[in-house]
């Protein structure tokens, strides 16, 4: 079974705090995304990643940053927090065949209070 | 982007049948119908996904209408794990690196 995990559930961090999310998947994906979830909005993708040391913009990419130093982890930066970055994230995982639709997997998430 | 649109929430009985819809009236030829489900406090998981024909699987079928304009994910024999935010979306199928757009779902409520 394809295994993505996230560093915390839940994560309590204070304005202004540089913050650091991790998500790790254990099936040798070349594709990893990050999106936050907020209610009435649904998903969103931050960022995403199609190969080590590439990344992508997403729809809401301000305020965040990404690393992705080796294929199977994929982090999430908050260089300086704020209140209104208080959400569930929730990192992403799918293989690349082109041409063919693939399937993404979710971790669990990552509930972030921003006080 | 084509756009889908669900009704924000459904009842169902447990053990019977579930009919969840989904309007996609602007879908392109390319685009694929996908269906994840959101149980609580998870993160979303892949149904079931199909292009023009009925599909089954292990966990449920779709039903795509003749004009593509709508379908209907279909869970056969409903159980209170079955509770969850069923979410449909529409996506191309030429890359693995795409995004999934999710909208607010339906959120489908199983009584005892």
């Known amino acids: 079974d394809v295994k993505v995990t996230q560093s915390s559930r839940y994560l309590v961090k204070r304005t202004g705090e540089k913050v650091f999310l991790e998500c790790v998947q254990d099936?040798?994906?070349?594709?990893m995304f990050w999106y936050r979830q907020d209610p009435g909005l649904g998903l969103r993708l931050i960022y995403f990643s199609y190969d080590v040391k590439m990344k992508e913009k997403g729809d809401i990419p301000e305020g965040y940053s990404v690393s992705r130093e080796k294929k199977e982890r994929f982090s999430l930066i908050l260089e300086s927090a704020s209140t209104n970055q208080t959400s569930m994230y929730l990192c992403?995982?799918?293989?690349?065949?082109?041409?063919?639709?693939?399937?993404?997997?979710f971790g669990p998430g990552t509930r972030l209070l921003v006080l | 982007d084509a756009k889908t649109t669900q009704p924000n929430s459904m009842e169902s009985n447990e053990e019977e049948p579930v009919h969840l819809p989904c309007n996609h009236s602007t879908i392109s030829g390319t685009d694929y119908i996908h269906w994840y489900r959101q149980l609580p406090s998870q993160g979303p998981e892949y149904v079931i996904h199909g292009l023009t024909s009925n599909v089954n699987n292990r966990m449920a079928s779709l039903a795509i209408a003749e004009d593509r304009k709508s379908s209907t994910l279909i869970l056969h024999r409903a159980t209170l794990r079955d509770a969850a935010v069923y979410y449909c979306i529409l996506r191309i199928s030429n890359f693995g690196n795409e995004k999934l757009t999710f909208g607010t779902g339906t959120r489908l409520t199983i009584i005892p």
């Open positions: 992403a995982s799918s293989s690349e065949t082109s041409g063919r639709v693939e399937t993404q997997y």
């Open positions: 099936m040798d994906h070349e594709n």
